[in-house]
T-cell receptor
Framework: GAGVSQSPRYKVAKRGQDVALRCDPI?????LFWYQQALGQGPEFLTY????????KSGLPSDRFFAERPEGSVSTLKIQRTQQEDSAVYLC???????????????FGPGTRLLVL | AQSVTQLGSHVSVSEGALVLLRCNYS??????LFWYVQYPNQGLQLLLK??????LVKGINGFEAEFKKSETSFHLTKPSAHMSDAAEYFC????????????FGKGTRLHILP
């Protein structure tokens, strides 16, 4: 079936603008993760949903970052009043958590490249 | 707490030569370990994963990795490099006991010399 999709693929924003990034996980996947990948770095965890419940948001860098998954499927990552340091690739991943972590693979989308000017 | 250290941000090998990308991990709980590859302007693709079933793990594109608990290492190897292997490689760790975030290393860019 289809993999994880993200939109838009590229976004240019002026500093201070709000942006919304969308993630469509693999159908039926319960878990959804957002990661931020700065230039030349590895991805870093932002937040995690199990169905519609946001179970971990410890990686969100500030209160300008907000994520939701209201129906347990599509998720949106919103960044308010964007700053230049928010420029990065935002990756979404989904997985099916089987019993005791037996389904351990997270499948990644292509990412949204955000550039804040 | 978990962390990953990848030795060498850039590695260059000649086409046909052995590829060795080093990864050491730290984990206070039993880990899952992964290697992901990222081609330019693309997402992350899983190369292989260690899930405690076998210490020598074979992945796609001829890559393999060996889990060595005594050395806390999970180095990635390929006997003969191909030009198409040029990419960024990420080692990663995750808590085996529950659905959880992945902790990534900073990545190693592999260059293949003709």
């Amino acid at each position: 079936g289809a993999g994880v999709s993200q939109s838009p693929r590229y976004k240019v924003a002026k500093r201070g603008q709000d942006v919304a990034l969308r993630c469509d996980p693999i159908s039926g996947h319960v878990s959804l993760f957002w990661y931020q990948q700065a230039l030349g770095q590895g991805p870093e965890f932002l937040t995690y949903f199990q169905n519609e419940a946001q179970l971990d948001k410890s990686g969100l860098p500030s209160d300008r970052f907000f994520a939701e998954r209201p129906e347990g499927s599509v998720s949106t990552l919103k960044i308010q009043r964007t700053q230049q340091e928010d420029s990065a690739v935002y990756l979404c991943a989904s997985s099916w958590p089987g019993p005791q972590g037996t389904q351990e693979t997270q499948y990644f989308g292509p990412g949204t490249r955000l550039l804040v000017l | 707490a978990q962390s990953v250290t990848q030795l060498g941000s850039h590695v260059s090998v000649s086409e046909g030569a052995l590829v060795l990308l080093r990864c050491n991990y730290s984990s206070s709980v039993p880990p899952y370990l992964f290697w992901y590859v990222q081609y330019p302007n693309q997402g992350l693709q899983l190369l292989l994963k260690y899930t405690s079933a076998a210490t020598l793990v074979k992945g796609i594109n001829g890559f393999e990795a060996e889990f060595k608990k005594s050395e806390t290492s999970f180095h990635l190897t390929k006997p003969s490099a191909h030009m198409s292997d040029a990419a960024e490689y990420f080692c990663a760790v995750r808590n085996m006991n529950r659905d959880d975030k992945i902790i990534f290393g900073k990545g190693t860019r592999l260059h293949i010399l003709p």
